[in-house]
């Protein structure tokens, strides 16, 4: 359903207390450089908070309150980023907090929830991530029911880095007195460079990108692993993950549906991100605040019978393991991983143009912790990010399902959900 969101208010939420002036210009490391100037967004969604107007004022007062009391915490969220993009001016001016009224229940909403009109329950335009690090918006539905909707840049943190400043400033709205401060060490584990030369790219592209979501359940889930296992590649590997089965069959199901194998010239190549908090040597704390994460390049193998697909798992296990501590330490010792693109895209000259699949997984992060005090999310919802070829991994709030958010050019996205065999094993839920 659309939704009709009328904005209230919006203020400046400073932090507690001052940062110290030798915290006062945070640097941004070699992997911050790289990121593109996007923020990463989330809503999470509350029910029944705020039916009276004396509930209203007092979970605001909460929010911003705990807020300026996380931002103590986190204090380059509170400066501004610089216009050369290589460090957070630690300023403490404070971010953006804006009030809304949502004009329906909540309950509907979540019943069927469209990807672009989350959007709307964002402080910020996605991909104007240049100056503010972070901002939030706090959304009043009807019923009384709430959605807190959270941006943060991505120059200055990872997906990992997000929940982690979500949960503590949960953490201290709860009234939590054993809180684990973040550590930012991204700059000392990977120093910034020269990159005069580099061409930021943020993916945007002026065709119609559509972003839907599926549900798949552990039932169809574990269908999928047995799918991809009952191939003798895997006589002596462990099954596939949740999360390599779901990749494999999204891939087959695209590339049959939109018969990518008679694009002529052209190759494919398959992106995976990884975390690399615990292939650093030593292996840093899951508290370590910045971009510590890599991507893995994988090219299929495009012949027209099914094989392809199960070796896809296979191909993509290879490539991952490659993203271990000597692969790390190439890094932080000045190589540049882009560099890997671009080898990749000259040696497969001879194929065409290189073309994109990005596969990013957010299942087992703590996307429904965020108590802050009147119990843990029902549901918490990405957005429209207006990608095109990007399909990101969340659980379901009970945990054992996963959704797949799948971002698509417009004609791709209608012969995809057109696609009989993945209708087969999608959930339609009437409610969450």
């Not at 207390?17 to 992997?31: E, H, I, K, N, V």
């Not at 945007?204 to 003798?232: G, M, P």
């Not at 008679?262 to 991100?273: G, N, Q, V, Y």
């Not at 290189?354 to 087992?364: D, Q």
Request: hydrophobic share 40%.
């Amino acid at each position: 359903m659309k939704l009709e969101v009328e904005l209230i208010s919006k203020e400046i939420v400073k932090p507690s207390s001052p940062t110290p002036d030798q915290l006062r210009r945070y640097q941004l490391s070699f992997l911050d450089q790289i990121t593109p100037p996007i923020y990463n967004p989330m809503v999470f969604f509350y029910p029944e908070i705020c039916e009276t107007q004396a509930n209203k004022t007092k979970t605001s007062d909460k929010l911003k309150l705990s807020i300026s009391n996380a931002l103590a915490y986190f204090y380059p969220l509170a400066g501004r980023i610089m216009e050369n993009q290589l460090f957070v001016d630690c300023n403490d001016e404070g971010i953006p907090f804006l009030e809304a009224r949502v004009k329906c229940q909540l309950s509907d909403f979540i019943k069927n929830p469209v990807p672009c009109e989350l959007n709307k329950l964002l402080p910020f335009e996605i991909h104007d991530a240049e100056e503010f690090p972070l901002g939030i918006q706090f959304n009043i539905f009807d019923c009384g029911g709430i959605g807190i909707g959270v941006c943060i840049s991505h120059k200055v943190g990872d997906a990992l880095s997000f929940f982690m400043f979500v949960n503590m400033w949960a953490a201290i709205a709860r009234g939590e007195k054993k809180l684990v401060a973040p550590e930012f060490v991204s700059a000392s584990l990977f120093p910034p460079r020269n990159l005069s030369e580099f061409k930021q790219s943020i993916g945007q592209t002026k065709e119609q990108i559509i972003t839907k979501r599926f549900v798949f359940t552990a039932s169809k889930i574990e269908e999928i692993r047995r799918k991809y296992a009952d191939n003798t590649s895997f006589e002596n590997q462990t099954r596939p993950t949740r999360i390599e089965a779901l990749s494999a069959f999204i891939w087959s199901r695209f590339i049959t549906a939109t018969d990518v194998r008679s694009r002529p010239d052209t190759f494919w190549a398959i992106m995976h991100l990884v975390n690399l908090r615990t292939r650093i040597d030593p292996p840093q704390p899951e508290y370590s605040f910045g971009n510590l994460y890599s991507f893995i390049m994988t090219i299929p193998s495009m012949d027209s019978t099914g094989e392809s697909c199960h070796n896809f798992v296979t191909q993509m296990r290879e490539s991952i393991k490659k993203i271990n501590k000597e692969h790390v330490k190439k890094i932080q010792d000045g190589h540049n991983h882009l560099d890997d693109i671009k080898e990749m895209t000259t040696s497969n000259a001879k194929l065409g143009k290189m073309l994109s699949f990005n596969f990013t997984s957010l299942c087992r992060f703590p996307l429904y912790e965020a108590d802050f005090g009147w119990g843990k999310p029902i549901w918490a919802g990405s957005a429209d990010r207006g990608y095109k070829n990007v399909v990101t991994f969340m659980d379901t709030v009970a945990g054992n399902g996963i959704e797949a958010w799948v971002c698509l050019k417009e004609e791709d996205m209608e012969k995809f959900y057109s696609d009989e065999e993945l209708l087969a094993y999608i959930n339609a839920p009437k409610s969450l």
